[in-house]
């Protein structure tokens, strides 16, 4: 029995053995006649080089050409003068690849040409303009990128420019620029404006009737003051009737002032802008979206508004644009916009760019404007009689005269200690009740942050913020 499990043992091994090995040897034999396959030549072994439009560069390489590959010839071409010379020369902007073999077809060299703009001219002018300046430039496609740094934006806008200007074209010209130090301008802006406005009005109304035996003459005389509007707003009039005949005085002399004083303070990072309004904001409606829908409502803002551009330029001079307007609303222009009254602007504004020194201040002003409407209105032919005339005609009469002056003075300006720094309300207390209702003070303590209480002295007026 032994001798019989022993056998069965072996011979299921066998089996198992013979199932797992018999098919391994026909597998193994048919890969030896399975052909390998290579890459021969790729950009992975490829040797960058940038070439000019019509520039070119010399190669000698290690072993004997067999053959040349040139995969867009339209882009490059290589120029074999010799059997380990070669010559490649830029034909067209774009890029292609050159490959190299020898006689037995093995790789001798590859190189991944990129063929661009000739630079060397715009390197030269850059050179020439800014020698201290480190800028780089390179092709990309058929436009270029500057790179490096810059000492001030200036330089860089400066840089771009040049590029532009050889290139031909903006779209074409890439600014990469890091400018070193980004400098850091405040403007103070005030804008001054005083306007005066003068209105005369003088008329006389007359109404009544006068009767020839059976026929009957009415007559009405209403003075319009096409110019500023009737008079009567809280005015009186002055009138009486005589037999049939009822006269009403109009008269009216107004004279008013306005004036505009408004003094931001802006701080803005060279080549940026900055932007201020001190006014408000009305709506007006917009059409609507789509046809059966409500319109829409915008906004328009008006007051006293500043923009601001600086640029800092490398003599230590500030070029900046400066962009100021006063507006106020003018009822008088209003228009009524699908049921809703949009009123009317009147608009002062001035738009400039100069150079300044850092401290130094530009007036723009004689900005003046003078506006005189007169206007005598009455019955015709009546007018025109001396002394009695003047019953029958009116006068109406406006002068607006307006002057604005704006002053901007540049200055670049470094960062500053929270602690140097001081707020309108810095050592403001509330007073007690005692105080405040006994002795009427608004406040008990009024100076600088940790400044000592001011001793007591003979004054007892008020004393401490503004006080109307």
Do not use: C, W
Not at 3 to 10: E, L, N
Not at 163 to 186: F, H, Q, S
Not at 196 to 203: A, E, T, V
Not at 289 to 296: E, I, K, Q
């Amino acid at each position: 029995m032994a001798i019989t499990i022993s056998f069965r043992a072996t011979a299921l091994a066998a089996l198992v053995l013979g199932t797992g090995l018999t098919p391994s040897a026909p597998t193994a034999a048919a890969d030896r006649h399975v052909p390998v396959m290579q890459v021969a030549a790729s950009e992975s072994t490829s040797r960058f080089i940038p070439l000019g439009v019509g520039k070119s560069v010399a190669i000698d390489l290690p072993a004997d050409i067999k053959d040349v590959l040139v995969a867009d010839p339209k882009i490059a071409n290589a120029v074999i003068r010799s059997s380990r010379r070669v010559y490649m020369i830029g034909v067209a902007i774009g890029q292609t690849n050159i490959f190299f073999f020898d006689a037995a077809g093995k790789q001798i060299a590859g190189f991944d040409i990129a063929v661009t703009r000739d630079l060397n001219g715009v390197r030269a002018a850059l050179k020439q303009a800014m020698p201290d300046a480190d800028i780089h430039i390179e092709g990309v496609g058929d436009g270029i990128m500057l790179s490096g740094s810059a000492a001030s934006a200036a330089e860089s806008q400066q840089a771009y420019d040049l590029a532009t200007r050889l290139v031909g074209d903006g779209t074409k010209v890439v600014n990469g620029i890091a400018v070193r130090g980004r400098d850091e301008v405040m403007l103070k802006v005030t804008v001054a404006e005083v306007s005066r406005q003068i209105i005369k009005q003088l008329g006389i109304n007359l109404s009544g009737s006068a009767g020839f035996g059976s026929a009957v003459v009415n007559f009405n005389n209403t003075n319009p003051f096409p110019i500023n509007g009737s008079p009567n707003s809280g005015i009186p009039n002055i009138g009486g009737t005589f037999k049939s005949v009822t006269a009403n005085l109009q008269a009216m002399n107004q004279a008013g002032v306005i004036h505009v004083l408004a003094e931001p303070t802006l701080t803005a990072i060279s080549g940026e802008t900055a932007n201020f309004l001190a006014g408000g904001q009305f709506p007006y409606p917009t059409p609507p979206s789509s046809a059966g829908t409500a319109p829409g409502f915008d906004f328009k803002s008006f007051g006293v508004s500043l923009a601001f551009t600086p640029v800092v330029l490398s003599e230590g001079g500030i070029s900046i644009k400066v962009l100021t307007e006063v507006s106020e609303l003018a009822p008088e222009n209003s228009v009524t916009i699908a049921g809703t009254t949009v009123p009317g602007l009147t608009v002062r504004r001035a738009e400039t760019t100069v150079e300044l020194p850092s401290g130094g201040s530009l007036a723009m002003a004689g900005m003046m404007q003078q506006q005189t409407k007169q206007t005598i209105t009455g019955f015709p032919g009546l007018m025109n009689v001396p002394i009695l005339g003047t019953l029958f005609k009116s006068r109406d009469y406006l002068n607006n005269q307006t002057e604005l002056m704006i002053l901007v003075t540049p200055y670049i300006v470094h960062a500053v200690a929270q602690k140097q720094l001081s707020r309108p309300d810095d050592g403001f207390s509330d007073p007690n009740d005692q105080s405040s209702v006994l002795l009427g003070r608004l406040n008990r303590i009024y100076g600088g942050a940790g400044m000592p209480e001011p001793p007591p002295s003979d004054y007892h007026g008020k004393y401490g913020f503004i006080l109307d």
